[in-house]
């Protein structure tokens, strides 16, 4: 059974241009998918867990650098929602490991396609999402 994964990321990511978000669409199809926010800190809990429910098996946000977010504090904020929708997820018994954030270092020059493609690597070794599944199963 094929993966969905989602990858929200953050606009001012470097290397988030559109010709490389379209190269990965490309590459994996209807395995991924890809929503650009204008600031990390502006994803909420419940997109990903809503995300989990609706349509993917994980869920990722790619932040810019730290230290370099344009509103000051957004990918700090992110990183404590994400904890906290892993809260979530583990509370109903699901692997934390569905969402995840990805926080480069000021020194590290990662591309976004880069990210995605290790990302994937990660989520695709997770079992099928029983509740995506039976979600679907339902509709």
């Given at each position: ?126 079992p099928p999402s029983p509740v995506f599944r039976y979600s679907e199963r339902e509709v």
């Amino acid at each position: 059974m094929e993966r969905v994964i989602a990858f929200f990321y953050c606009q001012n990511t470097p290397s988030s241009t559109e010709t490389d978000r379209q190269m990965l669409e490309k590459k994996y199809g209807k395995n991924i998918r890809l929503f650009p926010i204008p600031c990390s800190g502006r994803l909420e809990p419940v997109h990903i867990l809503r995300a989990l429910e609706s349509f993917t098996d994980a869920a990722y946000l790619i932040t810019c650098p730290e230290g370099t977010c344009r509103y000051f504090e957004g990918n700090l904020r992110a990183r404590k929602r994400v904890i906290r929708a892993q809260q979530f997820i583990t509370a109903i018994g699901l692997e934390k490991e569905r969402a995840g954030i990805y926080m480069r270092s000021a020194g590290n020059t990662k591309k976004l396609s880069e990210i995605v493609e290790e990302l994937f690597e990660i989520a695709s070794k997770l079992p099928p999402s029983p509740v995506f599944r039976y979600s679907e199963r339902e509709v």
